[in-house]
């Protein structure tokens, strides 16, 4: 079964940093695009930062020149690095993946969600 925890959300003052972690696990054949979303209180979940497998990115309005998602093909893991955060930035944070998936015995492409890491920042 392919898990997707993420982790490194937190309280953390405005103009602060946070580095976010994003570990695939199970039996994976290779990550492809990748993406971080998150959900403010009583909003909607947004696109945060994409990286496609030949390693475009594409990062919201509100969070470009602060925030860098990156990834380390060998360990399955995919970061969100946050500069100057904002209280703006206070969400649960998600992260998405596109693997392939090989816990069936035969290797799928498929589409997994992490369950979320909250990110509160005080103002």
């Known amino acids: 079964q392919v898990q997707l925890p993420e982790s490194g959300g937190g309280l953390v003052q405005a103009g602060g940093s946070l580095r976010l972690s994003c570990a695939a696990s199970?039996?994976?054949?290779?990550?492809?695009?990748m993406a971080w979303y998150r959900q403010p209180p009583g909003k909607p979940r947004e696109l945060v930062a994409s990286l496609t497998g030949g390693g475009n990115t594409n990062y919201a309005d509100s969070v470009k020149g602060r925030f860098t998602i990156s990834r380390d093909n060998a360990k399955n893991m995919v970061y969100l690095q946050m500069n100057s955060l904002e209280p703006e930035d206070t969400a649960t944070y998600y992260c998405n993946v596109d693997l392939n998936d090989g816990s069936s015995g035969r290797v799928y492409p498929r589409n997994y969600w992490g369950k979320g890491t909250l990110v509160t920042v005080s103002s």
């Open positions: 199970g039996r994976i054949f290779g990550l492809n695009n």
